[in-house]
Each structure stands twice: as C-alpha cells, then as structure tokens.
C-alpha cells in the first residue's frame, strides 16, 4: 500500500459552538411613596410570587434601596419591567424597575 491510499483521520473535531442568551436582572427600586401593600402587589401579579416572597423581595427593596426580582433574557426583562412600571403608574406611584445585564 502507498502512502496515497491511507485515510487521514482528524484528531480534533471543532463543533460550531451556540452563543448563550446573555442573562437580564431586573431591579426593584426602593421610592419614599410607593405603599409596600402595592408594591408587593405588583410582584405578585407581574413576577408571580407568592405573598411571602413578594414581601420578602419588597423589604429587601425598602431596607437596602434595591433588590434583584428575577433573572431572566433581555427581551422578558424589559417586557416585565414596562408592565409592572405601567401598573404602578396608573395606579399614581413612582415605582421603578430597571433592567441590566449580569456579568
Ligand atoms: N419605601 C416604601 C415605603 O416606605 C415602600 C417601598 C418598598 C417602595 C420597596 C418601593 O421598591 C420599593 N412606603
């Protein structure tokens, strides 16, 4: 047999590798005029938390001036943030969430 007629196996495989969704937090700010019965609220309904959480997620708001409610993809982040500040605006609150990426 010639060298021509041995098959060249490659030793490594390079697989195309899918890029990971880079990840969103969303951020609960504390305010002085929001009622923590609201805010709780807007947890429950928005971030579906129970009572216990939500309370929970709150105080952490209200003691240290922010708490993060949920890590999730940009585009639920964002969504999740504009529904829940729309809902504190109507009701007449200045309650605030911002979203940003984790390292
Ligand atoms: N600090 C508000 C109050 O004392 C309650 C509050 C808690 C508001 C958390 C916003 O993200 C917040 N009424």
Redesign the pocket.
């Known amino acids: 047999m010639t060298d021509s007629n041995v098959a060249l196996k490659p030793k490594t495989v390079t697989k195309p590798k899918p890029e990971k969704p880079r990840l969103y937090k969303v951020l609960?700010?504390?305010?002085?005029?929001?009622?923590?019965e609201f805010?709780t609220l807007v947890l429950k309904a928005v971030f579906r938390m129970s009572e216990e959480t939500g309370r929970r997620v709150?105080?952490t708001?209200?003691k240290f001036g922010?708490?993060v409610v949920v890590v999730c993809t940009r585009d639920i982040a964002e969504t999740k943030a504009k529904e829940a500040i729309d809902l504190a605006k109507d009701a007449g609150f200045p309650?605030?969430f911002t979203t940003e990426p984790e390292e």
């Open positions: 609960l700010l504390n305010d002085d005029y929001t009622p923590r805010v709150m105080m708001a209200h922010t708490a309650l605030m």
